[in-house]
């Protein structure tokens, strides 16, 4: 909840937005301290000096980017051949996009959308997912919907680094990945992605396999 841009202000406006222990006193309430979170939304908020009521007018705790993605996991695999061999696919795949394009979709999103790391853009995820062969570590992609293939990695278009569940790491565009263009001529109709894919070879969390099954949240940070 925003606090009011003009008007009556009062410590209560600032105890209802970012909470504190009482007996309250302004000096909790600097920006980037345990209450007032360092972003945008508190672009008027001093972080240090002298900090007053007026300071506050406008502002607001609530982060202004996306920085989650929520679903139910499952599994697929995509058979071996003479040149390959099966692979397990985890994680949430709603559009056949696969490492090997044979694999049936798998899981669900609850939450597929993301900002970039300023909050002005959104992104449609469509599918995020581990690649896991008997013989190695796994690959790991991301598609997102659009083409972004202009954009030289995954932190170039959305600023992001990691995408992590909890402490474990899946992502990390420090490793070098292709940026494939996903047509609708090769998945159907509907919709055009991109994906971002870290091949086994470059993978430096290959051996972090995404869940086959239960909920979960991914969280992506830089």
């Known amino acids: 909840m925003t606090i009011v841009s003009s008007g009556v202000i009062s410590i209560n406006s600032l105890v209802g937005e970012y909470g504190g222990s009482t007996p309250h006193s302004m000096n909790e309430y600097y920006k980037g301290g345990s209450l007032v979170l360092n972003h945008s939304n508190n672009a008027n908020v001093p972080t240090s000096g002298t900090i007053q009521l007026d300071d506050f007018y ?22 071996g051949g003479k040149d390959f061999p099966g692979t397990a696919h985890r994680g949430v795949n709603t559009n056949n996009i696969s490492f090997i394009g044979s694999a049936s979709s798998f899981g ?3 939450d597929q959308t993301i900002t970039n790391t300023s909050g002005g853009t959104s992104f449609t995820v469509r599918d995020f997912q581990t690649n896991h062969s008997s013989t190695n570590n796994a690959s790991v992609q991301i598609n997102i919907d659009g083409n972004h293939t202009s954009s030289s990695s995954f932190s170039a278009l959305t600023g992001w680094r990691f995408i992590k569940i909890g ?11 292709g940026v494939t263009l996903q047509s609708s001529a090769d998945f159907g109709p509907n919709f055009t ?23 979960f949240t991914l969280t992506l940070s830089t």
């Open 58 to 79: 406008g502002q607001s705790n609530a982060q202004p980017f996306d920085a989650t993605l929520a679903g139910t996991a499952g599994t697929s695999s995509s058979p």
């Open 108 to 110: 669900s999103w609850s």
């Open 167 to 177: 402490t474990t790491t899946y992502f990390d565009s420090n490793d070098t990945h």
């Open 193 to 215: 992605s991109t994906r971002f894919l870290i091949s086994v070879a470059n993978n430096s969390n290959g051996s972090n396999l995404m869940p086959n099954s239960g909920t």
